[in-house]
């Protein structure tokens, strides 16, 4: 069974940065294509930001230019910097991937962004 537990969210200002975790056990990441995803409250959730086993990325206009995902296979981590932050940026954020072929989450982090 593979657990994904992410961290690193809090409340910051607008402009602010933040960086989020996402811990792995049960499964091994190196392989995996991983995602951040994000939920704002009434909204679907939405693909942020992807990294490849090949540490290839690609990012959702929105944020473009403000958030950088990496990862680290040695310890089976991955990483979500979030500069710049605005308000509309404010959601529960979550890791997501496949192991197996049955897709896995965590259970989010809230972020929130004041103006």
Avoid: H
Wanted: proline share 2%.
């Amino acid at each position: 069974q593979v657990q994904l537990v992410e961290s690193g969210g809090g409340l910051v200002q607008a402009g602010g940065s933040l960086r989020l975790s996402c811990a792995a056990s049960g499964g091994s990441i190196t392989g995996n294509a991983m995602g951040w995803y994000r939920q704002a409250p009434g909204k679907q959730r939405e693909l942020v930001a992807t990294i490849t086993s090949a540490r290839s990325t690609s990012y959702v206009d929105s944020v473009k230019g403000r958030f950088t995902i990496s990862r680290d296979d040695a310890k089976n981590t991955i990483y979500l910097q979030m500069n710049s932050l605005k308000p509309e940026d404010t959601a529960v954020y979550y890791c997501g991937s496949r192991w197996w072929g049955i897709a896995y989450w965590g259970q989010g982090t809230q972020v929130t962004v004041s103006s």
